[in-house]
């Protein structure tokens, strides 16, 4: 195993998206992610499209880097081999409800009463301190909470809608990841151990009122709530002849650029809307107009000709099969091929850090069902025929080949 985390071992309880998307950042990064799952397995799974049945797509990318090992955690025995799991282990992370841990009698003090030094963190929809400690949370609740939807809306689109992507998870699962590192650095300096709580409600919140507290940061208020610029009803891709354009003219230089461009160099020097930072932001509205009316007048490829010249950052509007085609992704082989040991050629991402010094790299692909039970509770001390008897009781179950 390499990688900066290389050394670390991470009993990994969670499912579907935002603690297995943070967990497999944690493999790549060298931590050995032992995943735990009941006999059913991880929801995505069964997450078409697959080859196999189990073998789901988004299982196959969040699941990278990890062993699988079934256990039944509502089963004694079940619940015993966990406790033995985490007494080797220097994480534990989850994303239940609290309340569901201390079900299963595996809250932070049953866990920390066999090994102290563990980081134990729950990643799951609220603050414990809140009334909403104990509903549950899935990523279209939280961004529907967190006004996503709503802003969506505000900003031209003609009905709410969700983002068209698990954002929440993803986020919220780059808040557990950090937690975990920085948490285990404390624990280098200091020895201890700890719990710590990954809300997604406040994680969401965070990064968007970042953007839109506006005039309501100050108290009393100097204005409405919102980011003027983000939310102004032109910043989409901008249509083209024959297709769309992202573009962001931000700077002076850039608009002076953008206005020598088109042969209207009148207009940065005469017409205050455009002659500075500020009062282009006060009329971001009618200056989004101005740009998309002139856009329209070239193709994509003539425009990005052009800026290119002028220096001013603009884009075209891929498909997902166009990015998945990107030829810089071709040149710095971010989007590999690799042939899966169940599944044949697959096609995934590579880490997209770079390390000069213990770099993150591919560990394992995602594992079968139980792909790992055996190997992992005899290195945890079990017997064959221990482990034969928890599978005969359905507390474990293990692929053979």
Not at 3 to 22: E, Q
Not at 89 to 115: E, F, G
Not at 138 to 166: C, H, K, N
Request: charged letters at 20%; proline letters at 7%.
């Amino acid at each position: 195993m390499s990688g900066p985390l290389s050394g670390v071992k991470v009993v990994d309880i969670t499912t579907v998206v935002m603690g297995p998307y943070a967990s497999q950042i944690l493999g790549a990064l060298g931590a050995e992610i032992i995943k735990i799952e009941a006999p059913e397995g991880d929801n995505t799974r069964h997450v078409g499209p697959m080859r196999n049945p189990g073998m789901g797509h988004m299982f196959l990318h969040l699941n990278r880097n990890k062993k699988s090992v079934v256990l039944d955690l509502k089963q004694p025995a079940g619940r015993e081999a966990m406790l033995r799991l985490a007494q080797q282990a220097d994480v534990l992370i989850y994303n239940v409800r609290p309340q569901a841990m201390a079900r299963l009698k595996l809250s932070y003090d049953d866990i920390a009463a066999v090994n102290p030094r563990i980081i134990y963190v729950g990643a799951y929809g609220f603050s414990q301190d809140g009334p909403y400690a104990a509903k549950p949370a899935y990523d279209d609740l939280i961004q529907g909470m967190v006004g996503l939807p709503w802003l969506m809306q505000r900003s031209g689109a003609p009905e709410p809608r969700f983002v068209p992507a698990t954002i929440s998870d993803r986020i919220v699962g780059l808040h557990a990841v950090y937690a975990v590192t920085a948490a285990l650095y404390h624990r280098e300096r200091t020895g201890h151990g700890q719990f710590i709580e990954v809300p997604m409600f406040e994680s969401m919140a965070h990064l968007i009122l970042g953007d839109h507290f506006g005039g309501k940061t100050f108290e009393p208020p100097l204005g409405p709530a919102g980011y003027a610029r983000v939310l102004a009803p032109y910043r989409k891709p901008f249509a083209t002849k024959d297709g769309y354009l992202c573009l962001l003219i931000y700077n002076d230089k850039q608009w002076q650029n953008f206005f020598r461009l088109i042969g209207r160099e009148d207009m940065y020097r005469d017409d205050p809307r455009f002659s500075s930072h500020t009062n282009r932001a006060h009329h971001i509205a009618e200056v989004n107009e101005f740009v998309a009316g002139q856009i329209k007048t070239r193709t994509t490829a003539e425009w990005l000709e052009a800026l290119t010249g002028a220096d001013i950052p603009g884009a075209a509007m891929n498909s997902i099969d166009d990015l998945i085609n990107d030829p810089h992704f071709s040149a710095t082989g971010f989007i590999k091929r690799a042939e899966h040991p169940s599944e044949g050629p697959v096609r995934t991402t590579a880490v997209p850090t770079k390390w000069s010094d213990s770099p993150p790299e591919f560990q394992r692909h995602a594992p079968r069902l139980g792909e790992h039970s055996f190997e992992v509770l005899r290195a945890a001390g079990y017997s064959e025929s221990e482990i034969q008897t928890m599978r005969a009781a359905g507390v474990t179950k293990f692929t053979t080949n």
